[in-house]
């Protein structure tokens, strides 16, 4: 079974001390930004989190949702220097359908982008090369897990070729008494 039939649902739950603890020790650094956990693995573990368009020291940020599991991450890594990233960005050049389903998701991550907040300096940019190219695999990834099928179709296509990430278990320990234990 692929990742995109097991990672189960899109969430948006409140980033909680434990969630908090678990992407800051899954991305070894804090947590910035933090407006929602969007997706959780089938280990338990939050492996998206959405972030907001301006960082809390005002630095604008485009990268709405992002991915924080390091074995997720190692897999899109995987694909993305198998030239993945490449045939994609042709795939848009020769299939006027795709093209126009990557523009729709790019539009999908503008308008949740602003419903969270209209920063100016990013107006129309989204990430991960949308709409006319693909740069960054991850970004893909995290906004079709975060947004569910049919919505980014690149990230789509590289879940239906990712190996199931949690398969050995969560990415990282965290005490979640030390924490409060109120997200598991």
């Not at 975060?146 to 990230?155: I, M, W």
Request: with cysteine; hydrophobic share 40%.
């Amino acid at each position: 079974m692929s990742a995109a039939e097991s990672a189960g649902p899109p969430v948006r739950e409140p980033v909680t001390p434990a969630a908090t603890a678990a992407m800051s020790a899954q991305l070894g650094r804090p947590l910035r930004g933090a407006e929602a956990v969007a997706h959780r693995c089938p280990c338990g573990h939050p492996d998206v989190v959405e972030t907001s368009p301006r960082l809390p020291d005002g630095t604008p940020f485009p990268t709405l949702f992002y991915l924080t599991c390091p074995r997720a991450a190692a897999e899109v890594s995987r694909l993305e220097s198998a030239g993945t990233m490449r045939e994609m960005t042709e795939q848009l050049a020769d299939d006027p359908d795709l093209a126009a389903r990557y523009r729709a998701a790019h539009q999908d991550y503008l308008r949740r982008r602003a419903e969270l907040a209209e920063v100016p300096e990013i107006a129309g940019v989204s990430a991960g090369g949308m709409p006319t190219r693909v740069k960054c695999l991850h970004v893909h990834v995290a906004h079709a897990l975060a947004a569910g099928p049919g919505v980014n179709p690149f990230g789509d296509e590289a879940l239906a070729t990712m190996a199931p990430w949690w398969s050995d278990g969560p990415c990282v320990t965290v005490d979640e008494t030390e924490h409060g234990g109120d997200d598991e």
